[in-house]
C-alpha cells in the first residue's frame, strides 16, 4: 500500500455536527489503517467548516483536511467532486471510506470513475489477510455477505450505518490540520439546485434511530400512520414504510425501508401491517429486536420477528401508547420503565 493515509470523509448534519456514520467510518478506518500500517485522516467540506474541523480533530487520527468554500455550503453533485478531487490531488489518500448515505450514493461512483478506481458499497465490515484487504457487503437481499479483494489504489468504500462501534473523541496524537485551497465555480454545470426541502422526518433521522415504527400496506392510509408517528414520538423514534404506502402517497419516499429504499439497524423495529417480503427484509434484517403486528397469524414477518402480536393495528397500536403511558404514570404494578 502506499504511504498516502487512509482517508474518512466526515459529513457533516444540518447543525454542522458529525453524523455518526462517520463515527464509524472513522472507527473502522483506523482499524484498516492499523492493520495496512499507514496513517488515518479525515476530510471535512462545507461553509464556514471551522468548527466541525475542530471537532473532528478531537478524534485519534493524524490530519484533517478541510475544504471550506461559500459553493459547499449545501451538498451539489459536481461542486463536491470537484473540490475533492482538487483534494485528492493534494492529499494523494491510499483509500476513501464513506458512510453509505443519500450523499455517498451519489458522490461516490463520481469520484470513483474520476479516479478510474473500483468502489465497494454498502460494506458492513472488512478482513485484512495475506491477500491483502476484503471489504464484505450483504448480496442477495441480505441472505449472503460477500467478501470483495480490493486490487488497486486507491481502494474506495462506503459503509452502512451501525457497522461498526463508533470511535470517541481521543488526543492520543498530535492532529495536524490541514486547509486546502478549493477554487470552485458554477460555470458549465449540468445540475442546477432548484429548490432544497428539509423535512420533518428524513431518511438521515429514520437511519440513525434506535426505535423505527415502521407501516405497510395494511395501515390504509396516511391518516392511519398518525397512530405509528404517536408510538414512535412516545419511544424517540422514527417512523419507516415499507414500499406500497411511499408509492401510494401516503408517506414521503425518504422514509421507505428496503432493497430500494433505505437500511436501517434499530435496537427496536416494529413492523404494522407489513406482511415480510424478501425486498422489505433486505432494509431491516439488521435490527436487533423485531415486533410485528398483522392480522393474518401466517403473515412471513412473523418468521423474523422475536415478538408477535396478531390482531388490527387499530386496536393494537392504540393499546401500545395507552400501555405505555400508563407505565408512564407508575400506573402499573410492573415499574415505571418502558
Ligand atoms: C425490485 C423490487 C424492489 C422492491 N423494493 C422494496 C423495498 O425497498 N421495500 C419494500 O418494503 N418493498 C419493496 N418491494 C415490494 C415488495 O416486494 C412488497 O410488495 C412490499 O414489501 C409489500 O409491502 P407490505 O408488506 O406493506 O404490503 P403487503 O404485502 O400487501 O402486506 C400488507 C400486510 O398488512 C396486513 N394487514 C392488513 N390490514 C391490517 C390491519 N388492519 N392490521 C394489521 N395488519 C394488517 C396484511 O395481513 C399483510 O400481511 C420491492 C419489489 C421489487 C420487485
Known sequence: MSEGAV?????????KGIEPVSRECLAMAGKIAGACGTKLAAVVMGNAIGDAAGEVSRYDIDTVYTLDHPLLECYESELYEAAFLQFYTIARPCGILMGHTL??????????????????????????????LCFIKPVYSGNIYASLLIRGEPFMATIRLKSEEPALPSQKRHVEIVRVPVELDRTGAAIEVL?????ENRGADLQSADIVVAGGRGIGSAEGFELLKNLAGM??????ASRPPCDLGWVSPAIQVGQTGGIVSPSVYIAVGISGSMQHIAGMAGAKTVVAVNKDPAATIFKIADYGVVGDFREVMPAFTGAIRDRRKGGTTQ????
Open 7 to 15: 482517508t474518512v470523509l466526515v459529513e457533516l448534519t444540518e447543525e
Open 195 to 199: 429548490e432544497r426541502v428539509v423535512g
Open 335 to 338: 415499574g415505571n420503565r418502558t
Open 235 to 240: 419511544l424517540g423514534g422514527a417512523v419507516g
Open 103 to 132: 450523499l455517498s450514493i451519489d458522490l461516490a461512483p463520481r469520484i470513483a470513475f474520476a479516479l478510474g478506481t473500483s468502489l465497494v458499497t454498502d460494506c458492513t465490515g472488512f478482513e485484512y489477510g495475506a491477500e491483502g
